[in-house]
């Protein structure tokens, strides 16, 4: 049986595939960068248009209360927060998860008077750590990085915070998330997660994990958007205790008030800084509702599946890459990555050929299964693709091999 036959019979008994229909996507291309900008809920426009023309249009400044604006950060974190296994008054969308690392891993090291260390792992997504060195650069933290299978013996009475992202966005590796929560708090240190490859692709469940913090952003899985605004968990234990520097006016108890000292408001709202963006948060509600409408547990199996029956299709096409991602599907999230020394050049002469992943530096081939609106026609069809770049030696062509700041 060709792979085709076989990717068909997988169409035809998967449970998701009416799915596809809800987003947008152009023709003739098969997207495998949904890891990094979700498709287009096809809903999305019209929402858009709704709050542009009515709300913002006609309904001017009387929205912030009539259409719910003020509430809508509350409202938007409350949706994210059964996808990550957290209360609703825990998650609030806010900012960006720049941003929102440095109120939180501030607020860890509040929390953890005496305590300057900052723990994460070498290779961790640049901003993570980026985060990490502006609070060592003012003298607050100091870095320690250790490899993933050292980080337990790494925690010590200097850790403040444990930071780690769940799903590794370059191999797609899932940490134990319960496992080392529960070896930092043993060690007397918190911990913050991001959760930016995980939420919408994989089950998350950070209470049950006893989780301090997370973060994440809004516009991978769960489709809001380039640029979405992120979100933040805080476990309702710390919630009275929690401090975040970035004190703006919508984070203070009574932001009308407009008086000259700053008291937080109650619970996860003080986690909010400034005047909440209505336009990405509209945007990112729609994907929310629609990744939550789908299930996470079922879009997981998928992903999983669609994993596996590309790697597969490469087998059966003779083809040899080497993995970086974990080959069990268990212990991986929802992409795949490939070493090559050209890995570049071949994402390049994918994407001519519509197969759109993404190159990570220095040799990584990046393809991820975003299972609302991917198929396994598309694995099939994306697998014989990168066959022949290989086999035609297609990479080699120059305009593959050049170098852009954005692939």
Avoid at 69 to 95: H, N, S, T, Y
Avoid at 221 to 233: E, K, N, R
Avoid at 249 to 261: L, M, N, Y
Avoid at 293 to 304: D, I, T
Wanted: charged fraction near 20%; include cysteine; proline fraction near 6%.
């Amino acid at each position: 049986m060709t792979i085709e036959a076989r990717a068909r019979e997988f169409d035809l008994a998967d449970p998701l595939a009416a799915a596809r229909a809800l987003f947008r996507l152009p023709d003739g291309v098969i997207y495998l960068d949904g890891n990094s900008l979700g498709a287009l809920p096809r809903a999305t426009p019209q929402v858009l248009a709704r709050v542009v023309e009515e709300e913002w249009g006609e309904g001017l400044i009387g929205s912030w209360n009539r259409a719910g604006w003020f509430d809508m950060a509350a409202r938007v974190g409350a949706k994210i927060a059964p996808l990550i296994g957290a209360a609703p008054q825990e998650v609030i969308a806010c900012d960006s998860t720049s941003i929102n690392l440095f109120k939180l891993i501030a607020a860890a090291l509040q929390l953890r008077p005496g305590r300057k260390v900052i723990l994460s792992e070498p290779g961790n997504f640049p901003t993570d750590l980026y985060m990490i060195s502006g609070l060592e650069a003012q003298g607050l933290a100091r870095r320690r990085l250790a490899a993933p299978e050292r980080l337990a013996e790494a925690l010590d009475g200097d850790v403040a915070l444990l930071l780690l992202t769940h799903v590794h966005y370059k191999t797609g590796a899932v940490h134990d998330m319960a496992a080392l929560t529960k070896a930092a708090h043993a060690a007397g240190a918190l911990v913050l997660w991001d959760l930016s490859h995980s939420a919408g692709a994989l089950p998350v469940d950070l209470n049950a994990a006893g989780a301090d913090f997370a973060v994440g952003c809004g516009y991978k899985y769960l489709c809001g958007g380039p640029g979405a605004p992120a979100y933040a968990f805080v476990s309702a234990r710390h919630l009275p205790r929690l401090s975040q520097p970035l004190t703006g006016w919508f984070g203070h108890e009574a932001p009308f008030a407009f008086v000259d000292d700053y008291a937080p408001a109650p619970g996860i709202a003080r986690l909010l800084a400034g005047t909440p963006p209505i336009l990405g948060l509209a945007a990112l509600e729609v994907g929310v509702d629609l990744i939550a409408s789908l299930g996470v547990a079922r879009l997981y199996a998928k992903a999983q599946a669609l994993s596996q029956f590309f790697l597969e299709c490469l087998e059966a096409l003779g083809v040899e890459l080497e993995l970086a991602s974990p080959a069990d599907a268990a212990a991986r999230g929802s992409h795949l990555a490939f070493r090559h020394r050209e890995a570049h050049a071949i994402c390049q002469a994918l994407i001519a050929r519509g197969v759109i992943g993404d190159f990570r530096d220095p040799d990584v081939l990046r393809l991820g299964f975003a299972p609302a609106y991917l198929s396994f026609a598309d694995m099939a069809a994306a697998a014989r693709h990168l066959a022949e770049v290989l086999a035609r030696g297609e990479w080699q062509r120059p305009e593959f091999r050049r170098r852009a700041a954005v692939t």
